[in-house]
């Protein structure tokens, strides 16, 4: 028979084993919750900020680091993605792995990401499940990500092929639903004339058998010639009153527009021409802005070299939402003072659509000797209100580009 004594002894190692258990226990998932560390990263290289287009994918390493002598054998870590950013195998902003980390050792996997929306992006948020080597509990916590230059994306707009999307008001093309347009991108060319002692890879051999002579390409915006792209972000010329909108309700006008202005920055970039770009929207890298009354209007820094215009790829890569000046406006500040605005004498306008302010903002810059073209992102069913000398530029495909 169990004495007082007995069981008082047996209740007292009872207790301590308890009491032993717990502290065990506190003290070993205390060093589990602090000796665990992850490092998201986008290059095994320690290099600069990583840039990607829209459409294009990129290597995501993941490394989890454990600084004890305690290992994790089993570690599930759940990714989350920012919106704009997806795993390519499961077409999802979410994955969920296992790590076995050893004991004062990394482990290191990566994955295949692939952007599919402008923007600039951190790459910071991973979520751990453990089981502690006790077995008593499941826990679940965010680990801290450090944020560096490695685990920052910039996404550039997508490059288009301008000369395939988009057809002109100038010429007569018949279907409007064509797929290639019938002249060539004014970037480059703006005529053909005969042959007068000119380089050789200037001469169109089409037009030269068409007309039995030698025929070059007469350049427009040639590689000596600066140029200011100037980009407007109001989807529709009535917006200008909507507060609610801010001038955007056709989100995907105002997204080609800035594909169709990068396009432009792509095409410059290979001569290294000087460059402006003038937007009425908000970007917080490589540019200065103006405050005009309650209004803002946006501009890069100039560029003439391909970090400069990386930069401005980096500028569009980060236009937010909403207008910051309605387009009438920018166009009547820009015609009244185009000398403090623009570099040069070319022009080129990417607005959603084309009004009457356009048309009279064409006729006042080219009585000041600009030359200017527009790029149009919408689909025009009926061009004949537009003035035949006006060099506009529309799109042709519907859908989805």
Request: aromatic share 10%; with cysteine.
């Amino acid at each position: 028979m169990m004495t007082v004594t007995d069981f008082l002894i047996l209740l007292s190692f009872l207790v301590s084993a308890v009491l032993a258990l717990a502290a065990a226990r506190s003290i070993i998932n205390t060093a589990l919750k602090t000796q665990l560390f992850c490092s998201m990263f986008l290059d095994d290289t320690n290099t600069a900020e990583t840039d990607v287009y829209e459409n294009e994918g990129f290597y995501l390493y993941v490394e989890l680091i454990n600084t004890s002598v305690i290992p994790f054998p089993y570690l599930k870590l759940n990714l989350n993605l920012p919106d704009g950013l997806i795993f390519d195998k499961s077409s999802s902003g979410v994955l969920a792995d296992v790590f076995s980390v050893p004991g004062k050792g990394p482990s290191k996997k990566r994955y295949w990401i692939r952007a599919v929306r402008r923007g600039a992006y951190i790459l910071d948020h991973a979520v751990v499940v453990r089981d502690n080597i006790t077995g008593l509990d499941t826990v679940s916590f965010r680990l801290p990500v450090s944020v560096g230059h490695r685990n920052l994306l910039t996404v550039y707009p997508t490059i288009l092929d301008l000369e395939e999307h988009f057809t002109t008001a100038m010429y007569t093309t018949g279907d409007i639903e064509v797929h290639r347009s019938p002249v060539v991108d004014p970037l480059e060319l703006i005529g053909i004339r005969p042959y007068a002692n000119d380089p050789m890879k200037n001469i169109n051999w089409k037009k030269t058998a068409v007309f039995g002579e030698l025929m070059v390409n007469e350049n427009g915006f040639t590689e000596d010639e600066e140029l200011t792209i100037l980009l407007n972000l109001q989807s529709r010329a009535y917006e200008r009153y909507d507060t609610m909108t801010e001038g955007i309700s056709s989100t995907d006008r105002t997204e080609l527009a800035v594909s169709v202005a990068a396009s432009i920055v792509d095409a410059v970039s290979v001569n290294e021409a000087p460059l402006h770009l003038i937007v009425n929207g908000n970007s917080d890298y490589f540019c200065d802005t103006e405050d005009i009354d309650e209004h803002t209007l946006t501009y890069s820094l100039p560029a003439s070299s391909f970090a400069d215009y990386h930069a401005i790829m980096r500028m569009l890569a980060r236009i937010r939402g909403g207008v910051t000046m309605p387009s009438h406006l920018m166009f009547y500040r820009i015609a009244e003072e185009p000398e403090r605005y623009l570099i040069g004498k070319n022009l080129i306008v990417v607005s959603p659509y084309f009004d009457s302010i356009m048309r009279d903002f064409y006729s006042s810059m080219e009585s000041m000797g600009y030359a200017v073209v527009f790029y149009i992102t919408s689909l025009f069913n009926d061009t004949t209100d537009i003035p035949d000398d006006i060099p506009l530029y529309y799109r042709t495909h519907r859908g989805t580009l």
